[in-house]
C-alpha cells in the first residue's frame, strides 16, 4: 500500500481565516462604537476640545492596531511558515523563498503598525 502525505491546503486556510477576520473586525467595530456611546458621558471627556481627555481615545486606538496587528500576522504569517515548511520537506527553494519573503512582508507590515500609531 503507497504511503500517501495529504497535503495542508493552504488556500482553504486562507478563506477560513479572511472570513474569521471579517467576523472578527465586524464584532470590534460593534464593541468599539459601544465603547465609544458609553464613554461619551465620561468625566475626563468633559474637558473643553485641546485639554486633555484622550486616554479613553488612547486605549481605543491601541486595541484596534493590536487587532489589526494580529490579523496581519493571522492572515500572512501562518501560510507563510506553513510555505517555508512545506518548500523545506519538498526540497523546493522557490517555495521555501516565496515564504521568506511573505513572512518579509509581514514583518514590516507589523513593525510598521508601530510606526503609524506613533504618528497618531
Known amino acids: 500500500m503507497k ?3 495529504k497535503k495542508f491546503d493552504v488556500r482553504k486556510f486562507r478563506m477560513a481565516v479572511i472570513k474569521m477576520a471579517i467576523t472578527a473586525c465586524t464584532v470590534a467595530t460593534m464593541v468599539c462604537s459601544a465603547a465609544m456611546v458609553a464613554f461619551a458621558d465620561n468625566s475626563e471627556n468633559a474637558a473643553p476640545s485641546g485639554v486633555g481627555g484622550t486616554n479613553t481615545k488612547n486605549t481605543l486606538i491601541d486595541l484596534i492596531f493590536w487587532i489589526v496587528r494580529i490579523a496581519v500576522v493571522v492572515i500572512g504569517g501562518v501560510p507563510a511558515i506553513i510555505k517555508i515548511v512545506q518548500g523545506s520537506s519538498d526540497e523546493n527553494p522557490r517555495d521555501r523563498n516565496a515564504g521568506l519573503a511573505t513572512l518579509g512582508i509581514v514583518a514590516a507590515a507589523f513593525a510598521g503598525s508601530f510606526a503609524i ?3 497618531i
Open 3 to 5: 504511503n500517501v502525505i
Open 117 to 119: 500609531r506613533t504618528l
